[in-house]
């Protein structure tokens, strides 16, 4: 790769940083540690090169078994062996998600994703500002284990603002699944009746004299929230791209669209 093709690449990506931290309109969903780092992207690559979609196979509708309760929640879409991977750190209550989500992921799933030019990972961070993002998240997980996630997890952005007012967060995922399904789902989601886990749970849910015994699905939750430390992760969202074994450093906030799009071809043409 000649050094006009590495610097174009670096000056896209800066493109990109620029965009992602621009806060004026679309502020991102902060920790209590506030993201100030400067990021440098320095690229050697090699040529890329093509790969298939992965069609998504739906299993049949069937009560929840004990295979259900074993499977690990899939929160992926697309081709594993795809050039790029994009992994999201995402809060499902933190409005710069969902506008991440609405006006660019989505274009990039049905697009690039489907063209097996993305795999694409999704990564709970549920901060506690947001008193029922980690109840969201526990559903998108418990329809992940039945391999209902991309459904979830549209349903849970499409009508961020609706459950985000009352908490009211199964009716949405209700109407994204089929009645078996959901079923199953809802029985993936007994013990995890409370909107927070314990230690974070809002006053508003803590004084029914009732104690949370625990739920099963937040070690998953716990499991993301542990690799957003090696990141870090300080705010939502937060982008991590891998191109063909080369990670980049993480890229916080909204970006839109035409950027992205931009910044992932001039990886696929090298």
Known sequence: ?????????????????????????????????????AVLVTIALGCASGASAQTQTRGHAHPATDSDVIAAPVKSLGNR??????????????PSCGNFYENSLKYMITDYVAAGK?????????L???????????W???????????EVDAALFDNQAAWSADGNIEKFVAAALKPADFK???????????????GVKPASLSGN???????????????????AKSVPVTQTPTSVITYKGQRYPAMPGFV???ILKSFLDSLLAQ
């Open 81 to 94: 062996t795809a050039p790029i991977t994009m992994e999201v750190f995402s809060d499902y209550q933190c």
């Open 1 to 37: 790769m000649g050094h006009n093709s590495r610097y174009n690449v670096a000056v896209l990506s800066t493109k990109y940083l620029e965009v992602a931290l621009n806060r004026r309109n679309n502020l991102a969903c902060q920790w209590s540690i506030p993201f100030g780092l």
């Open 128 to 138: 506690p500002m947001h008193p029922y993002s980690h109840q969201a998240a526990r």
């Open 118 to 126: 993305v795999y694409f990972v999704h990564r709970d961070f549920p």
């Open 209 to 227: 004299g009732q104690t949370d015994q625990g739920c099963a699905l937040d070690k998953y939750i716990e499991q993301d929230q542990e690799l």
């Open 140 to 150: 998108s997980n418990a329809a992940a284990k039945i391999g209902k996630f991309q």
């Open 184 to 198: 199953r789902v809802q029985k993936l989601m007994a013990g995890c009746e409370s909107n927070a886990p314990v």
């Open 256 to 258: 839109s669209w035409p």
